[in-house]
């Protein structure tokens, strides 16, 4: 670790924090209905699509509403990869992908994982990454955030029937929020050196006489938008570690900047909507204790190194799986950030970090990306452990949990429970059948326990629907295509519904005046019970199975032991 | 149910016309008026010839020029498709090797390659991290400061320069952290490589 590491580090924790207010109090405006320079379009939409903007739903038409859009997206995005070799805007020639190939990248890009089993360069055309995948990334994003800003209303109103209009939440999500400032992020990119073309690849003749072709198309459009809407699904297959794909530190810092702006936002909408700013505060305080513990832990390991390659003669951090334009400190401080948020774009590869550095962004998804989280999925994350940790607080003093005056009750522990419950059974359950069948082992890349964290990663990046990989494990096969895409499905979808039935019920609800007893909720006690329950919840739930995975590896190396294919 | 398909339909249609091709389509029009070169790729030209990117690495395995980072690419196996077969700095197929840090594999490469650098380099130079780890996208264009100064005995006797020349050539190619903060020291090898062709020219 240097001087000059956590320099960057404050920089960037500087510019999130900047950041928070402005951006909650425009989205607050947006989502209430008073930015308006875009009428005109959002008028048209609701005109053409029949539906009224004043009409408020109920959770379960939002729902529904919800469903319906993402499956017609599924839908869409599955013919467009298997017709895309019949259609235009494909200079390379790309062929019909694969149809367990286009199951699995559908629902990946429509639950907002962006999980790769593709290489972007390698199977996509043109028309597919912009009228596909770039769609997807703008609308699984929008779709988290109205589901947010539903939760929100949930929690702000009183003895109220609706949660909002989700085609209105929907439009203005895109048009207002994602739209503006991918535009201007675009832009910047191309400056310092993204390509933003619809030409053919490019051949070189190299200062040695080979022949290079060099892949270019629209890329800095998607990468926009590939960042601020926590997707992460890769232009190229090396994702954020390709120099076209993120050039330069400015351009990493921007990066990193954008996968965590609406996140870090929507802790102040939070507050905005219920009333009290320090209640978005308090969460976000949350979110930064458990980010910073966890960049302290992967940039301290990944900077000890390895002890294997300095018995070689070799100083310093592994450089293995990284650039040198990053190297150690960038590399895993957006190892961090990309899992904290549902993100998992990747400037190096998480595969060969140090075992424990690669157990951080691990642990992150197990949290349930709580940490700022995917672009609305971070807060009705932290908002389903608020209602744990209140309940909690509840029983060790014996009085109903409160939360901004609304009483907890046992329908809304259910749900929650629910939410919080689905992800280990997913995740733990597909691993334990994956390593010890045949055709889940085979795809392994590496002997040891680090195969048996690969599969680990992978469902447990499916199910908290990251994207990230520990890209040794071959995940294209018939196996992993079907069972990473259920897990993506059910990670997305069974957090989302009984997250929209605890809008509903906490909506209907009455507010009742703070009295003595009320447990206030902005202060430093909350947010360290909010931390611990957090961490009490995954670490009971998941230590098992890092115990077996990076703890062992890490243990194993420092002892000098390595492990070799085929024993 | 039916009352809410017409605005799914009509919203993905709209949706799609709307971030998917109108603002990729404005996106492109304005770099290539504005930002041509990196629209286009940063290419590099010399004598009317691509010669590559300038974000792009590419092979060297000669001496008479600086080596950029190993390179874990592959491409199709010509005799079976499915197959790969190591293609160093293929620019079509980006990728990384993905080796754990207890793989035996990694440990028993870097031991050879060391064994390789130490045997023609000049005795007791520290061989660089850097130059004998594969990248992450198989691509890195840059190497550290320590990675080319390593390097400057080899080309300058390839090329009979003196080792001082060389070594100021290195030193002016350093790009240094942005605003002093941000990333780090870096080298792009390709320009240091041109440069190095246009001195033996002067």
């Known amino acids: 670790m240097t001087v000059n590491g956590w320099i960057q580090v404050a920089l960037y924790c500087a510019i999130i924090i900047a950041l928070v207010k402005p951006l909650g109090y425009y989205m607050t405006r947006v989502f209430n209905g008073e930015v308006t320079w875009l009428r005109p379009v959002e008028r048209a939409l609701y005109a053409a699509a029949g539906t009224n903007e004043r009409e408020e739903q109920h959770w379960l038409t939002y729902g529904l509403a919800l469903l319906l859009f993402n499956g017609l997206g599924f839908l869409l995005l599955y013919a467009l990869q298997r017709a895309q070799g019949a259609l235009p805007l494909n200079p390379a020639g790309m062929t019909a992908v694969a149809p367990d190939l286009a199951f699995n990248t559908a629902i990946s890009f429509v639950t907002n994982t962006n999980w790769q089993n593709y290489g972007g360069e390698s199977t996509m055309s043109y028309l597919t990454q912009m009228a596909g995948l770039t769609v997807q990334n703008f609308v699984s994003a929008a779709t988290g955030i109205a589901l947010a800003v539903a939760l929100i209303r949930g929690f702000a109103r009183a003895s109220a029937r609706t949660v909002g209009n989700f085609w209105v939440d929907l439009t203005r999500a895109t048009l207002y929020v994602l739209l503006p400032i991918c535009v201007v992020l675009a832009l910047v990119l191309v400056w310092q050196g993204m390509p933003q073309t619809l030409g053919p690849y490019v051949d070189a003749v190299t200062l040695e006489g080979g022949k290079q072709t060099i892949a270019v198309g629209p890329v800095a459009s998607q990468t926009a938008i590939k960042m601020l809407g926590t997707n992460g699904g890769g232009f190229f297959n090396a994702n954020a570690a390709h120099p076209f794909e993120n050039p330069n530190a400015l351009t990493n810092l921007l990066q990193m900047v954008a996968i965590f702006a609406v996140g870090a936002g929507l802790t102040n909408v939070f507050g905005r909507m219920v009333g009290d700013e320090r209640q978005g505060w308090a969460i976000f305080a949350a979110m930064g204790v458990l980010f910073l513990a966890g960049v302290a832990v992967c940039y301290g390991v990944e900077a000890a190194g390895n002890p294997a390659l300095h018995a070689l003669g070799l100083d310093g951090a592994s450089m293995e799986g990284k650039e040198v334009r990053f190297g150690t400190l960038a590399s895993t401080l957006f190892a961090v950030v990309t899992t904290a948020a549902s993100c998992g774009a990747v400037n190096a590869m998480h595969s060969s970090l140090m075992p424990l550095a690669g157990m951080i962004p691990l642990l992150n998804m197990q949290l349930g990306e709580l940490i700022i989280g995917g672009v609305g999925a971070g807060l009705y994350g932290m908002l389903l452990m608020v209602i744990i940790a209140l309940f909690v607080a509840g029983l060790m003093v014996g009085r109903t949990p409160e939360y901004l005056g609304k009483k907890i009750e046992a329908r809304e522990v259910k749900m929650t429970l629910l939410g919080i419950l689905v992800l280990p059974l997913v995740i733990l359950g597909f691993t334990a059948i994956a390593v010890v069948l045949p055709t889940g082992t085979a795809s392994m890349g590496n002997p040891g326990p680090h195969g048996y964290s690969e599969a680990l990663y992978a469902y447990t990046s499916g199910a908290a629907n990251n994207g990230s990989a520990f890209g040794s494990l071959t995940g294209n096969t018939l196996w992993y295509n079907l069972t990473i895409g259920i897990a993506m499905m059910i990670g997305r979808f069974f957090v989302i519904i009984p997250a929209l039935a605890i809008a509903g019920s906490m909506a209907a609800k009455k507010t009742v005046p703070p009295s003595a007893g009320t447990f206030p909720t902005h202060g430093a006690l909350f947010v360290g019970l909010l931390v611990g329950v957090v961490l009490i919840i995954g670490g009971l739930t998941y230590f098992p199975s890092l115990a077996l995975g990076p703890i062992v590896e890490q243990l194993a190396m420092m002892a000098g032991q390595t492990f070799a294919a085929g024993n | ?202």
């Open chain 2, 1 to 202: 149910m039916l009352k809410q398909l017409r605005p799914a339909l009509v919203m993905i249609v709209a949706l799609t016309l709307i971030t998917g091709l109108a603002y990729p389509y404005a996106i492109t029009s304005i770099a290539q008026a504005v930002f041509p070169r990196q629209a286009g790729g940063s290419l590099i030209e010399r004598n009317g010839q691509v010669v590559g990117s300038a974000l792009i690495g590419q092979a060297f395995t000669g001496d008479r020029y600086f080596h950029g980072r190993l390179s874990a690419t592959v491409a199709p196996d010509p005799a079976d498709p499915s197959k790969s077969v190591a293609a160093p700095y293929n620019a079509a197929n980006s990728g990384a090797s993905n080796l754990a840090p207890t793989n035996k594999a990694l440990i028993d490469r870097v031991q050879a390659d060391v064994q390789m650098l130490r045997t023609a380099a000049s005795a007791g130079a520290a061989v660089p991290m850097d130059l004998v780890t594969t990248s992450a996208s198989g691509l890195d264009p840059d190497i550290t400061p320590e990675a080319a100064l390593f390097q400057v005995p080899r080309v300058a006797k390839a090329r009979s320069l003196g080792e001082g020349q060389v070594r100021r050539l290195v030193e002016q190619n350093v790009q240094g952290r942005l605003l002093g903060v941000l990333g780090e020291p870096r080298i792009n090898v390709l320009a240091l490589n041109l440069a190095l062709d246009d001195l033996g020219k002067r």
